[in-house]
């Protein structure tokens, strides 16, 4: 938990930096202006296209999370291995969502032309500079600027919750933990006063 849960904040607080970009994509009816989405896509590609040294210390916060899960699961504990279990499942989750949604929705962003120029290779420009994906039942789907930014504003939602779904098995793990440790003490302190009442009887019998 020492490494786990500080990495899974820090990734929760880079998340609600992007929650201003987010919230009138997904929960307002207000219609969304053109200069909104260049705002936005202004950010993606600042991050994006942010220093090496930003994202390899991104890499190594993620590292220390998979490290902190790895060693708790070595210990000997039924608590450590559904928490920990739990935990890592929902972290390698995260990590995909990141790496599948969010990093390709960047990229997308940075290239000339933003979202409407395609963000995958199965994509070509449609009419009005819209992303066109090849689909399975209907041959093509028509994604346009608006709808693609939406997506990626949607991982960025899903993602927090999967992270505090971490934070919250943490949690349950340290409090179990401890009301266990409190049960062990209880039932140690009755036994030694029981041990004592037995021997202060004997030595009345004995008197």
């Known amino acids: 938990m020492l490494t786990s849960a500080p990495a899974t904040c820090f990734f929760l607080g880079i998340l609600f930096a992007s929650f201003p970009y987010d919230f009138p994509l997904l929960w307002t009816s ?3 202006t053109p200069e909104f ?3 936005m896509e ?3 590609r600042q991050v994006y296209h942010s220093p090496p040294l ?3 210390m991104l890499h190594i916060i993620v590292f220390l999370g998979f490290l902190g899960f790895f ?3 070595f210990r000997p504990s039924e608590a450590n291995v559904l928490f920990d279990g739990g935990s890592l499942i929902l972290y390698v989750i995260g990590c995909g969502v990141y790496l599948s949604n969010i990093v390709t929705g960047m990229r997308a962003a940075s290239q000339p032309g933003g979202m409407a120029a ?5 994509r070509r ?3 009005g500079g819209a992303g066109v994906y090849e689909g399975v039942l209907t041959g093509e789907v028509v ?3 608006e709808d693609s930014l939406r997506v990626l504003s949607a991982s960025h939602v899903i993602l927090a919750l999967v992270l505090v779904g971490v934070l919250v098995l943490q949690a349950g793990q340290w409090y179990a933990e401890r009301k266990e440790a409190e049960e062990v003490a209880k039932a140690e302190k009755e036994a030694g006063e029981r041990r004592g009442s037995g021997a202060a009887a004997v030595a009345k019998k004995k008197n």
């Open 143 to 145: 994604l346009g600027r």
């Open 42 to 44: 202004s950010h993606l």
């Open 30 to 32: 207000a219609p969304v």
């Open 125 to 127: 420009n449609g009419a």
């Open 37 to 39: 989405l260049d705002h």
């Open 118 to 122: 395609g963000s995958s290779g199965n």
């Open 54 to 56: 930003i994202s390899r």
């Open 71 to 73: 060693t708790k699961l």
